[in-house]
């Protein structure tokens, strides 16, 4: 099951072109990825208090097609794969249906002086709800 997050093209989110800043997917995709954990209860307040972060230590984006002013667009956050210290994501950005942008992602988990720890086996357990069929068989 893909978690959904909702968001809306805003004017100075804009390039030259009329187009959606390639800088911004990212930040969506951020977004989303932020969203999945509050709903499940792991924002970001809550990892920082029991000691915990998950960082972005690769990044992979293919931009398939442009957004413009004023889109409604959908992200799709999946858990490809949760391992002792680390997660793989992976998202899709769509408009209509259509997919705009993909992102896949390795996050570590740190503790508060970014050491790599054991990823919280709470947080794996709901997550689990969105490893795709591939991550949940491993």
Not at 39 to 62: K, N, P, Q
């Amino acid at each position: 099951m893909a978690h959904r997050t909702q968001l809306r093209v805003r004017f100075y989110e804009l390039d030259p072109y009329n187009h959606l800043n390639h800088s911004v997917y990212i930040q969506y995709f951020e977004v989303a990825r932020i969203e999945l954990l509050e709903s499940i209860g792991f924002g970001m307040v809550r990892l920082e208090g029991e000691g915990y972060r998950i960082v972005v230590t690769d990044l992979a984006i293919r931009y398939q097609a442009s957004a413009g002013p004023g889109d409604e667009l959908v992200v799709e956050t999946e858990i490809a794969d949760i391992r002792r210290a680390s997660s793989t994501w992976r998202q899709r950005l769509l408009r209509n249906g259509v997919v705009l942008a993909t992102q896949e992602i390795t996050a570590a988990s740190v503790d508060t002086v970014g050491r790599p720890v054991r990823f919280p086996a709470a947080l794996g357990d709901a997550l689990a709800a969105y490893l795709t069929p591939a991550g949940a068989a491993r």
